[in-house]
């Protein structure tokens, strides 16, 4: 693994960089993209945000003047030539690009990853990849303060606690610790409202979101003897509900809520095939389950995406494949 000097050293040695994140971006992705974006152009880089997804309207906010670009293999396919560095964030997997999988993979650009998931994909020789951080925002943030000297003002303060707070759930998940409150605590200190930030995530849902989490919470199953809790979404459900895929984020945490569940999993289908969010309590490794269907993620928080599939010829497979992780 590279050190933040060494990040710096290739930041110094270059002079463009181009922002990517993972598909169905959170705030996480959206926020260490934007705060290192931010910075880089602060020490007089130059620096693009292109994702696969676009941003989830709920984390507009982030943005307001649209420095990301939403990426069209037609018309940008000269970007990975472009710059001189190509930065991946909070993934470390290059499946989990989509679109700007092919492109980056035959670049011949410098490639940096900067993530905290388990068992990455080892495409670059640099990676800083720590599954010990709870966010990649709280790498983005140490590493914004062992460079140059940049101030953390609102600007980059803002993405910044969006991400440490989300990937947290609201500094509430096992990976938060001190250090975590610290960096949230000057962050605050840099203007951050943190009663703003929670209602900007948590209180900006459509009255159809509300109505996607009762068909939701209705469709709940358990098994093994409750411990393992699950809810499934058709996409019937969000036309009907007039939802995006994006108003699903947090249903899942749900299925953590019943007593004695120590496993939940969130089924939603796609255009084209289906999702499963992963959750997990009380030593439950669920990204090996995860694993198990081409996915991954944290030891208690996992998923997968699988193309051109029913999810109901998955679905007993997955349930059955659960319970020996329990
Ligand atoms: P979520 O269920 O919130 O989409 O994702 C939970 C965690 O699992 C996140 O940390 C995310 O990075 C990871 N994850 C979600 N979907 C996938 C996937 O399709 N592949 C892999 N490798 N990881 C995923
Ligand atoms: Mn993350």
């Known amino acids: 693994m590279i050190s933040f000097d060494q990040i710096h050293a290739l930041i110094q040695n270059n002079n463009s960089f181009l922002i990517t994140t993972h598909v169905n971006p959170d705030g996480d992705a959206?926020?260490?993209?934007?705060?290192?974006?931010?910075?880089?152009?602060?020490?007089?880089?130059?620096?693009?945000?292109?994702?696969?997804?676009?941003?989830?309207?709920?984390l507009e906010f982030l943005d307001p003047t649209g420095i990301i670009s939403h990426f069209d293999k037609v018309k940008n396919s000269d970007i990975f030539d472009k710059f001189d560095v190509l930065v991946l964030?909070?993934?470390?997997?290059?499946?989990?690009?989509?679109?700007?999988?092919?492109?980056?993979?035959?670049?011949?650009?410098?490639?940096?990853?900067?993530?905290?998931?388990?068992?990455?994909?080892?495409?670059?020789?640099?990676?800083?990849?720590?599954?010990?951080?709870?966010?990649?925002?709280?790498?983005?943030?140490?590493?914004?303060e062992a460079g140059a000297p940049v101030k953390i003002d609102y600007q980059i303060a803002l993405p910044l606690y969006i991400a440490i707070m989300t990937d947290t759930g609201s500094f509430r998940y096992e990976r938060t610790t001190s250090a975590t409150h610290i960096k949230a605590a000057k962050l605050l200190d840099a203007?951050?409202?943190?009663?703003?930030?929670?209602?900007?995530?948590?209180?900006?849902?459509?009255?159809g979101r509300m109505r996607l989490l009762g068909r939701a919470l209705d469709s709940i199953k358990l098994y093994y003897s409750n411990q393992l809790c699950t809810m499934a979404l058709l996409r019937k459900?969000?036309?009907?509900?007039?939802?995006?895929?994006?108003?699903?984020?947090?249903?899942?945490?749900?299925?953590?809520?019943?007593?004695?569940?120590?496993?939940?999993?969130?089924?939603?289908?796609?255009?084209?095939?289906?999702?499963?969010?992963?959750?997990?309590?009380?030593?439950?490794?669920?990204?090996?389950?995860?694993?198990?269907?081409?996915?991954?993620?944290?030891?208690?928080?996992?998923?997968?995406?699988?193309s051109n599939a029913k999810l109901g010829d998955y679905y007993d497979t997955i349930i059955k494949a659960a319970e020996k992780y329990l």
Do not use: W
């Open 30 to 58: 959206i926020g260490s993209e934007l705060a290192l974006y931010h910075y880089l152009k602060r020490i007089g880089k130059e620096a693009a945000i292109f994702n696969c997804s676009q941003t989830p309207y709920n």
């Open 89 to 144: 964030l909070d993934l470390n997997h290059l499946s989990r690009i989509m679109e700007l999988e092919e492109g980056f993979r035959k670049s011949t650009k410098l490639k940096i990853c900067i993530d905290h998931h388990d068992e990455p994909e080892n495409f670059s020789e640099y990676m800083f990849v720590d599954i010990n951080y709870a966010s990649t925002g709280e790498i983005i943030f140490e590493l914004i």
């Open 191 to 207: 203007g951050v409202d943190p009663n703003t930030a929670a209602s900007m995530i948590h209180d900006q849902g459509s009255p």
């Open 237 to 306: 459900d969000l036309t009907e509900t007039g939802t995006v895929e994006a108003d699903i984020e947090g249903f899942v945490n749900y299925t953590l809520s019943i007593k004695g569940v120590r496993a939940g999993l969130l089924f939603y289908e796609l255009e084209n095939g289906f999702k499963v969010s992963f959750r997990s309590v009380d030593n439950v490794q669920i990204n090996k389950l995860a694993k198990e269907f081409n996915g991954g993620g944290h030891f208690y928080a996992a998923g997968t995406r699988i």
